[in-house]
């Protein structure tokens, strides 16, 4: 399995855009690189999916340069509602078991 | 309208007990998912089941079993219980895509676990 490893925390204001890199240099050519949201007490929630290059959607943006060993998600003018936990998840494995890296931490201020 | 539904939310239970988490999802999805999130926050997948093979993490004990009665519910019961069981246990289903993509999960609101 492709170990991933993100910051463990970032701080913002709202308004601005938050750019949270996540390493995966084992990736596998199958693989594909998922984000997922967590807010307290509730369980992740599915932001982005992408293989390589640019997928955008109405929450974020997913960078992934062509050597696929890192990617960023991009989170355009947060707001206090963002503040949560993002995990960047590699993988498409077998039963589709993902592993959770510890995620980032993201506090978005006023 | 809830996907995703877990009973109960809380449990709070004795060392040596037995006891089981119900999970019933509504969206046809054929794969449902148990997790397990420590106080660290770190989220482990436990097992991974459809109608057709089940896949489990070999870091769980055998304590642990799934058990499905059909294909919108994976119940997850404990034997034994132990004070490291106590946790946040995740419940999640996907449909199973073709492609090569990872499946989109749907997560459940969680059971808050606790072992005294």
């Known amino acids: 399995l492709a170990k991933t490893t993100q910051p463990i925390s970032m701080d913002s204001y709202e308004g601005q855009e938050v750019n949270i890199t996540c390493s995966h240099n084992n990736i596998a050519t199958n693989d594909y690189i998922t984000w997922y949201q967590q807010f307290p007490s509730q369980g992740p929630r599915f932001i982005i999916q992408?293989?390589?290059t640019k997928v955008t959607n109405e929450v974020a943006s997913l960078f992934i340069p062509a050597d696929r060993k890192s990617s960023t998600l991009s989170l355009p003018r947060v707001s206090l509602s963002d503040t949560a936990v993002y995990y960047c998840l590699v993988g498409g494995n077998a039963g589709n078991m993902l592993t959770f890296g510890g995620g980032t931490r993201l506090m978005v201020k006023p | 309208d809830t996907a995703v539904s877990q009973t109960p939310k809380y449990l709070v239970t004795q060392m040596g007990n037995d006891k089981s988490i119900k999970c019933e999802q509504n969206l046809g999805h054929d794969t449902m998912y148990w997790y397990k999130q420590d106080s660290k926050k770190f989220l482990k997948i436990m097992f991974s089941y459809n109608n057709k093979e089940l896949i489990i993490n070999e870091t769980v004990p055998n304590r642990f079993s799934p058990k499905s009665p059909d294909k919108a519910h994976l119940n997850l019961h404990i034997n034994s219980l132990e004070l490291g069981d106590s946790a946040v246990y995740f419940c999640a289903s996907s449909h199973r895509t073709s492609g090569g993509s990872t499946d989109t999960q749907y997560f459940g609101p969680g059971t808050r676990l606790t072992v005294l």
């Open positions: 992408g293989y390589k």
